[in-house]
Every structure is written in C-alpha cells, then in structure tokens.
C-alpha cells in the first residue's frame, strides 16, 4: 500500500512554455500533499505543502505564481512550473500523507529540463 | 546551525559489513524520527518510522534513537550492494501540522 505515482517522468520543454506536473495517491487518500525539488547530490527541499481543497503553503523564497500548485481532490496535487527557464530544471518530487501522521510516501520523481 | 546535521559521504563498504549511518539534531522538541532510501533518480523510500528513543528492528535494518545526546542512527546489517543508495535521516515535533525536517543524506556504496 501508500503508492504515489507522477506522471510525467520526465519533460524537455523550451524556455517560456508551462509544465503540468502531476501527483497522484493510488491507494490512499491523502489529506496533505507536499512538493520537493531536489538538485543533483543534495537533498530534498520543500517547495510547498497543500492540503485538500485550499489554497497551499508555500516554503520562503518560493514563488507562487511561478510554481501554481492546484489539489483538487483526495487523490491528485498538480505543480505547474509556468513560463520555464533553464534555471527551473530540476527533480520535482511529490509526498503525500494521509490523516495525522508523519510518515510521508513519495512518488518517483520528475526530472524536468528546460532548454 | 542546521537543525539536522548529516554527513553526505561518500561511505564505501564491503559486501557483508555492518552499516551505521548517523544524524545530529539540535531542536529537542523532535519526537518522530525516519530514515529514508534514496536510489538515483528515484523518490526516497521510507525504511524506518521510530517514536520517541529507543531501538526499533526490521529485517537487516535497526533505527536507534538516542534523544538525550540528539543522536539517531541507522543500521544495517549484511550489507548488499542493492543497499547502495542515498540515505535521509528525517525528524518532526509532532504529528499534524509540524514539518518533517530532512538531513541532507548520505550516500553508500556497498562493493561486491
């Protein structure tokens, strides 16, 4: 049990075109989503964290209108990386949690490369 | 200060060897500890979910919490080279609305 898949895996897009990075609990409902990105050989850092049906938190330093994140279900969190430049390629990985618990279960990761 | 130190490694060890990968904290509100594999280009994996101190066993794996010295490590025994991987220590305050803050991680090899 606790699978998150992301979908896609990975993305080449050109500078100034917008992804759609999707984050889905397959089994689970999960009251809380969180969104990561991480660089090579570094560790994970928290973007933001949203919960169903609001609006989410995001970490300092983070744009919101650049990183539009929508979770509008139990089951789904999107992250949108709008007009992408070079600088936005990254591993994006999603987590997501259900009910009060710490334990957070995490999806594989996409890899995006802006050209 | 971070609040959670890690050494990143590189940690190299023979196939068979007894693992132990480590974290320092400073914040003694944590009460949740976690350790988490990462394989390359993979999301982390959750290995190991502890409360409070004390030790707690899963197969080859034992999660050790020691919170009078802010210490938690990680254990692994009979090391395999599928156990070469990134590792993340984990730790949160409570449960809810408490963030989980993550160490940097440590990266093993384990040689054949």
């Known amino acids: 049990g606790a699978v998150v898949s992301q979908h896609p895996s990975w993305v080449i897009c050109k500078s100034g075109t917008s992804v759609k990075i999707e984050c889905r609990s397959l089994d689970f409902q999960a009251t809380t989503m969180f969104w990561y990105r991480q660089f090579p050989k570094q560790s994970l850092m928290l973007m933001a964290t949203s919960n169903e049906g609001s609006k989410a938190t995001y970490e300092q330093g983070v744009e919101k209108d650049k990183f539009l994140i929508n979770h509008a279900s139990l089951t789904l969190s999107t992250l949108t990386v709008t007009s992408a430049h070079p600088e936005d390629s990254s591993f994006y990985i999603c987590s997501a949690r259900w009910g009060p618990g710490n334990e957070q279960f995490f999806g594989p990761g996409t890899r995006l490369t802006v050209l | 200060q971070k609040e959670v130190e890690q050494d990143p490694g590189p940690l190299s060890v023979p196939e068979g060897a007894i693992v132990s990968l480590n974290c320092t904290y400073s914040n003694s509100a944590f009460q949740y500890f976690m350790w988490y594999r990462q394989y390359s280009r993979k999301g982390p994996e959750l290995l190991m979910y502890?409360?409070?101190?004390g030790n707690k066993e899963d197969g080859r794996f034992t999660a050790q919490v020691d919170k009078s010295s802010k210490y938690i490590s990680l254990f692994i025994r009979d090391s395999q080279p599928s156990d070469s991987a990134t590792y993340l220590c984990?730790?949160?305050?409570?449960?809810?609305?408490?963030?989980?803050?993550f160490g940097a991680g440590t990266r093993l090899f384990v040689k054949a």
């Open positions: 502890t409360y409070s101190s």
């Open positions: 984990a730790m949160s305050a409570g449960t809810g609305g408490f963030k989980t803050i």
